[in-house]
């Protein structure tokens, strides 16, 4: 069964520093995606990046980037230079190639502060 | 262009009522999720519409829920007899669906529904 982990329930940046937020994942698949999404106080969910099981590099989208462990099954974001609005919930998602469903973590709070 | 649109945004209601929440998918997009989000919570699938094909209903909690597609674009999700359990947020989302080889599309997000049953 698929499964996402995230195991850091907060964190706190400083302003301009870079942050890694861990995301482990289970599947008995071999072809997948893996995407990230930000979910500020107003609730939208917003698509950030997006990481192909097959796929020989890190996806990268401005500031983010994916670091992808395949043998691990780690996808961590890594978002560089935070700004105050960065702060919001970041949810690790998966799906398989041929299911129907995302299946997502539990999340990870990001606070930046100044 | 216009985004997932839901509605209402908002919704109070008795136990025990009945409840119609609706999806207005991205034109184009062929693929409509429903998700609910309970408090300080990930999100959990509920259903999946493709097309034409029958919809995936294995993360339906209840069959006090229920959901259709109409004309293979706008999604209506019924709670019937609703129960305090069911208050979370109920989000929408909507993708393409590619020839079945990665990559994957994004889902597209709507704002979603904030369900309160008292």
């Known amino acids: 069964a698929q499964k996402i982990t995230q195991t850091q329930p907060g964190m706190f940046v400083q302003e301009k520093e870079a942050v890694t937020l861990d995301c482990t994942y289970d599947t008995s698949d071999q072809s997948y995606g893996l995407f990230w999404y930000k979910q500020p106080s107003s609730g939208e969910m917003i698509f950030l990046i997006y990481?192909?099981?097959?796929?020989?590099q890190n996806a990268t989208e401005g500031r983010y980037s994916l670091n992808f462990q395949k043998a691990r099954k780690s996808a961590n974001l890594v978002i560089s230079a935070s700004q105050l609005g960065d702060s919001a919930m970041y949810f690790c998602?998966?799906?398989?190639?041929?299911?129907?469903?995302?299946?997502f973590g539990a999340g990870t709070i990001l606070r930046v502060k100044s | 262009g216009a985004g997932v649109s839901q509605s209402p945004s908002n919704k109070v209601t008795e136990k025990g009522k009945d409840v119609e929440l609706r999806c207005d998918p991205i034109?184009?997009?062929?693929?409509l999720y429903w998700y609910r989000q309970s408090l300080g919570q990930g999100l959990e699938f509920l259903i999946y519409f493709q097309g034409n094909s029958a919809p995936d209903k294995s993360g339906l909690p209840s069959d006090r829920f229920s959901a259709e597609r109409t004309g293979g674009s706008v999604s209506t999700l019924t709670i019937q007899r609703t129960q305090q359990e069911d208050s979370a947020v109920y989000l929408c989302?909507?993708?393409?669906?590619?020839?079945?080889?990665?990559?994957?599309?994004?889902?597209?997000f709507g704002p979603g529904t904030r369900l309160t049953v008292t």
């Open positions: 990481q192909g099981s097959y796929d020989e």
């Open positions: 998602a998966m799906k398989e190639e041929y299911g129907n469903k995302l299946v």
């Open positions: 034109s184009g997009h062929t693929a």
């Open positions: 989302a909507s993708s393409l669906v590619g020839q079945g080889r990665l990559p994957l599309y994004e889902q597209y």
